[in-house]
């Protein structure tokens, strides 16, 4: 769709199963276009950390590979939302992942998302995520790292994040990019490909 000349960052989003590299190009992307990322996970895993009410709620959710329940997320992003920094621009990393987040979203925005720029949709075959994940495991031990966690998570984005996709192609926004590869040639591929809109 047509920019939204209200803002003067971009506003975006960034979709891809678990180990597709969100994370790690949110960073990248957060810098290079001076928006701030907001990565639920993230937010998540320092609230498990802090031991705080949301994060002792999240954490067994986490651990099984599920979805932290809906209500608790969007309650999360709303609030982040409603902070001043992300006015003129961000990148949602690993947010929406559910049909309903989808929906609470648009609310979030206003009408129907269509002040999105674009939703870069990050692929990998499942070989590659697998081996990601499990190459992340054995240097920082995240718990939901495990091959049987990563399996789950992997059900769980089929099941429940993949269909947004079709939502968001149907209002034009989705910028499918392929994330195998060196971490910057990525980066330089989402770059191209975001300009070129
Ligand atoms: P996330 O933190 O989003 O975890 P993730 O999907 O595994 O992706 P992540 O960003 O960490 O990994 P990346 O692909 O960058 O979510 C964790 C959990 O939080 C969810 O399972 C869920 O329970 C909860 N949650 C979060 N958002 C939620 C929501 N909206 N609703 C409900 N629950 C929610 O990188 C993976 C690895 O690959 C890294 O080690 C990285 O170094 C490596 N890598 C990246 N790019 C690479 C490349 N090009 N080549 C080689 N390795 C690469």
């Known amino acids: 769709g047509a920019p939204d000349t209200s803002s003067t960052g971009l506003r975006l989003l960034l979709v891809g ?15 290079s276009y001076g928006i701030p990322a907001v990565s639920t996970g993230d937010i ?41 920094d992300v006015a003129d621009g961000f990148l949602l990393d690993g947010y929406p992942r559910t049909l309903q987040q989808v929906e609470e979203l648009d609310g979030m925005l206003g009408v129907d998302g269509l002040s999105l720029d674009a939703v870069v949709v990050l692929t990998a075959d499942t070989d590659e995520v697998v081996r990601r994940l499990l190459g992340r495991a054995a240097e920082q031990g995240r718990s939901d790292d495990t091959e049987e966690v990563i399996r789950k998570r992997l059900d769980v984005y089929a099941e429940q994040t993949a269909p947004l996709i079709q939502v968001y192609a149907s209002r034009d926004l989705v910028v499918e990019v392929d994330g195998l590869g060196e971490i910057d040639e990525v980066t330089g591929r989402i770059v191209a490909a975001l300009a070129a809109l």
């Open 17 to 31: 199963p678990p180990g597709a590299g969100k994370g790690t190009q949110a960073t990248r992307l957060s810098a």
């Open 44 to 84: 998540f895993r320092e609230n498990v950390k802090n031991g705080t009410e949301l994060g002792v709620k999240a954490k067994g959710y986490m651990d099984a590979g599920q979805y932290v329940p809906d209500e608790l997320t969007n309650d999360l992003v709303r609030d982040r939302l409603s902070q001043p």
